[in-house]
């Protein structure tokens, strides 16, 4: 396929904007499920 | 519902990434389109983010109606997944497109009909966020970000017949599935929909996943 700046930069922008959301999700996640684990009461916890 | 949902990003978020790599693929091998020539390939990368960010805003709308006649917040925060998501695949049209003007039009953007009403969307649904990150937590607010969900939807049948009623003077193109296009150009346009629906449905998930765990923290400390 014939090289072309634009075409390239839009899938770059799209499925590198998408993957960033994706990441940042995970992040927020993972950092959530500590916190949720760390609040849990003792009586809770098990 | 909320936990069946935040489980199956498991199986989406496969399924996502199986539907993509055959769309890359079909892109990769669909033929080169005679008038526009390569960079007619940036239609499988903009076309497929319309519908999951319609499907977002539809969804937001449905989240907004759940939670005024349940008052459960789980449709709440459902509502504002779905928008978060609808923002992010907006922002992806109105970021795509320009890349695609440039070229075919010599021009990064004009005011007509499509391209404005979109960025009209996009600051409905942008609004729609400031207001539930400002406003959280009660009830009138909940209330209030559940109509507002439900109203901004009107703008989307506008947004879509944006190019009819322009009735020929807007330089962007109709929908691609209006159009005969060939097998090969259809079927990476199609595959690229079909992936991006399923990206959408996994973000979703995950998002919700997050609102809820927010939602938790926030009741032990209150």
């Known amino acids: 396929m014939e090289w072309n700046g634009f075409v390239f930069a839009s899938y770059v922008l799209v499925l590198g904007a998408l993957a960033a959301y994706a990441l940042r999700l995970r992040a927020r996640l993972r950092a959530l499920e500590r916190e949720a684990h760390d609040s849990t009461p003792p009586s809770a916890g098990g | ?222």
């Open chain 2, 1 to 222: 519902m909320e936990e069946r949902l935040i489980r199956s990003a498991r199986y989406t978020g496969l399924l996502a990434l199986a539907a993509l790599a055959v769309w890359a693929y079909l892109a990769w091998v669909a033929p080169v389109e005679k008038a526009q020539g390569v960079i007619q390939k940036i239609m499988y990368v903009h076309v497929p983010n319309v519908a999951p960010a319609y499907l977002g805003f539809v969804l937001t709308a449905v989240g907004g109606i759940g939670f005024l006649t349940t008052r459960r917040e789980e449709w709440d925060r459902f509502a504002l997944a779905a928008a978060e998501v609808g923002v992010v695949f907006c922002s992806l049209i109105l970021l795509s497109g320009p890349l695609w003007a440039k070229p075919a039009w010599g021009v990064w953007w004009v005011w007509d009909l499509r391209l404005t009403s979109t960025v009209v969307l996009w600051f409905i649904y942008v609004a729609y966020l400031f207001l539930r990150a400002f406003a959280a937590g009660s009830d009138s607010a909940r209330s209030f970000s559940s109509i507002y969900g439900i109203v901004g939807t009107l703008a989307i049948p506008f947004v879509y017949f944006a190019v009819d009623l322009a009735s020929g003077s807007t330089l962007h193109p109709t929908d691609p599935s209006r159009q005969g296009l060939p097998a090969g150009i259809a079927a990476a346009l199609r595959s690229g929909m079909i992936a991006f629906l399923l990206v959408f449905a996994w973000l979703v998930a995950r998002r919700l996943g997050v609102a809820r765990l927010e939602a938790l923290i926030e009741e032990r400390r209150s």
